[in-house]
């Protein structure tokens, strides 16, 4: 994996670091994997990582989406009030 990194552009670089720590996280969970082929246990760790960060987004997304849809307050919401120094601002009524 080394000559794979040392061929990668420095920004690319970061994203694969950020890849192997996903799989040093996930190392003691993959190594309980019987697998002929040493690779599975690490690219099962990868895809772990990055599944699990999907879900975290898409639940962040759904969060946000739901914020944008709820009403914005309407200007009949709005009163202008008299601040002790008797300029009005616009006040938000519950």
């Known amino acids: 994996m080394k000559k794979f990194q040392d061929f990668l552009r420095v920004e690319d670089k970061l994203v694969f670091h950020d890849l192997l720590g996903q799989c040093k996280l996930y190392a003691p969970y993959a190594s309980t994997m019987a697998s002929p082929v040493k690779e599975v246990p690490l690219l ?14 898409e639940k962040k997304v759904l969060t946000l989406e739901t914020l944008l849809k709820k009403p914005l307050p309407s200007s009949d919401s709005l009163d202008l009030q008299e601040t002790p120094s008797g300029t009005q601002t616009a006040a938000q009524l519950d």
Do not use: R
């Open 44 to 57: 099962i760790s990868m895809l772990f990582g990055q599944h699990k960060k999907i879900i975290e987004l």
